[in-house]
């Protein structure tokens, strides 16, 4: 099974200011024939399913503000989140669909400052 | 608006069996695959498996491999997930989750249910 090792565990970032959230791969997520990175970023809050923020790595899904933005190839990928909205309160998990089982990473827990 | 609708929360005692369900609506159900998810109390995300309505095509994770079963009813746009023998462990919060492309497993998971919680206990 494919690994994915997400950091911090939990976060404090004040209001306004960046989160950036890691998660790092066993193994490459980078399908070489089509260069697209197999992975997604979703964002937890209490009560609520998780919702989908991006996929292929950097692609934003619709309607998810442009503060949040994903970035990363191969086996390290990276979440930012810029100008923290009080909103944005949540647990971040990253998920592979490079390989079964598409395994999610243990997820980080974003508070404010 | 394309939804998933899950079934009620359940009380069950271990070793009892145990069906629930996931409803789409207002899509075509039978070309997206349709993946399970466990949250465990206090605990993260959980891939359990996925569907292809189409031809009930399943792929299980390996730690769930025989502990659960999935299927669906595509005349009633329905999956289903279920255990013949529940354990005090299956207590959790069961999402079902519809996959973003149509007809492959690509894109992460773009629908989710509300979520049915599971409690199991004597």
């Known amino acids: 099974d494919i690994v994915l090792t997400q950091s911090p565990d939990s976060l404090a970032v004040s209001l306004g200011e960046r989160a950036t959230i890691n998660c790092k791969s066993s193994?490459?997520?980078?399908?070489?024939?089509?260069?697209?990175?197999?992975l997604t970023w979703y964002q937890h809050k209490p009560g609520q399913p998780p919702k989908l923020l991006i996929y292929w790595a950097s692609a934003r899904e619709s309607g998810v503000p442009d503060r949040f933005s994903g970035s990363g190839s191969g086996t390290d990928f990276t979440l930012t989140i810029t100008s923290l909205q009080a909103e944005d309160v949540a647990i971040y998990y990253c998920q592979q669909y490079y390989s079964h089982p598409y395994t999610f990473g243990q997820g980080t827990k974003l508070e404010i400052k | 608006e394309v939804q998933l609708v899950q079934s009620a929360a359940e009380v069950k005692e271990p070793g009892e069996s145990l069906k629930i369900s996931c409803r789409g609506s207002e899509y075509s159900f039978t070309i997206y695959w349709i993946g399970w998810v466990r949250q465990m109390p206090g605990k993260g995300l959980e891939w359990l498996g996925i569907i292809y309505p189409g031809d009930s095509d399943t792929r299980y994770s390996p730690s769930f491999q025989g502990q659960v079963a999935m299927s669906v009813d595509k005349s009633i746009n329905t999956a289903y997930l279920q255990w013949s023998s529940l354990k005090a462990s299956d207590t959790a919060m069961y999402y079902c989750?519809?996959?973003?492309?149509?007809?492959?497993?690509?894109?992460?998971?773009?629908?989710w249910g509300q979520g049915t919680m599971v409690t199991v206990s004597s």
């Open positions: 193994q490459t997520l980078l399908y070489s024939s089509n260069s697209k990175n197999y």
């Open positions: 989750a519809r996959h973003k492309d149509s007809r492959n497993q690509y894109g992460g998971f773009d629908i």
